[in-house]
């Protein structure tokens, strides 16, 4: 059975994993298998071509990222739970494609996120989480792991942005490019700073457990276990 391999963001969701993936791209993380899932923690400043190519090593049916979030639509509150439809990459710096210098062109990002996978971890949030979760919004992609600045947050709403995260991007149109699906389950920890004069509030941080047992349940979604 191939593994649905869940990327967090290091230190953020669970314990510290031992086990390092190396790629040709340098090291992807650190992982550890529970059951149908492969956890992977990446460390800040990580190349994300490495991330895709293990999953891909891996033989993963899908790629998810587990990503705490900060809210910038005033409809989210800290413990939300939202599956992103669409995304705005504001990352600066890291590579954007496998193919650069080769002249192939950028992979059309329509839908922005794997429509099947996204299926499933919507699915296993109303199995898990109940009504308070978000099926759609748009992921406003950042590098972190800072929060954003109050003028940041103003500026990405104007765009269209429903909630603001490091890590998922470039990582998503990286896995379009090696055909691995991806989507992104998205933990709304805290809300964006209002004035630059306010101090940011303390995070609600995603927990282990709640994280696991959503996507065990989108795995078994898959599968075709209790699908519906």
């Not at 990446?42 to 993963?60: F, I, K």
């Not at 989480?129 to 940041?152: C, I, K, Q, S």
């Amino acid at each position: 059975m191939t593994p649905l391999v869940v990327v967090v963001p290091e230190k953020s969701v669970a314990p510290p994993f031992s086990r390092r993936a190396e790629t040709p791209y340098g090291p992807a993380g650190t992982w550890r298998e529970q059951g149908t899932l492969v956890w992977l923690q990446v460390a800040p400043g990580g190349d994300p071509r490495a991330v895709v190519v293990a999953a891909q090593e891996w033989n993963a049916r899908g790629l998810v990222c587990l990503v705490p979030a900060v809210a910038l639509s005033r409809l989210l509150r800290p413990g939300d739970w939202l599956v992103p439809d669409d995304y705005l990459d504001q990352t600066r710096g890291g590579p954007t494609t496998f193919f650069e210098g080769e002249g192939r062109g950028y992979i059309p990002q329509v839908p922005a996120f794997d429509p099947d996978l996204r299926s499933a971890l919507i699915r296993a949030l109303e199995d898990v989480v109940g009504p308070r979760h978000f099926d759609a919004g748009v992921l406003v992609g950042y590098t972190g792991p800072r929060v954003p600045t109050p003028a940041e947050a103003r500026a990405w709403r104007l765009l269209g942005g429903d909630v603001a995260a490091p890590l998922a991007l470039p990582l998503v149109y990286l896995a379009r490019e090696r055909d691995v699906p991806a989507a992104v389950l998205a933990f709304v920890e805290r809300r964006a700073p209002q004035r630059p004069d306010l101090p940011v509030p303390p995070p609600l941080h995603l927990s282990w457990e709640p994280g696991a047992t959503i996507l065990k349940r989108a795995a078994d979604v898959l599968d075709g276990k209790g699908g519906g």
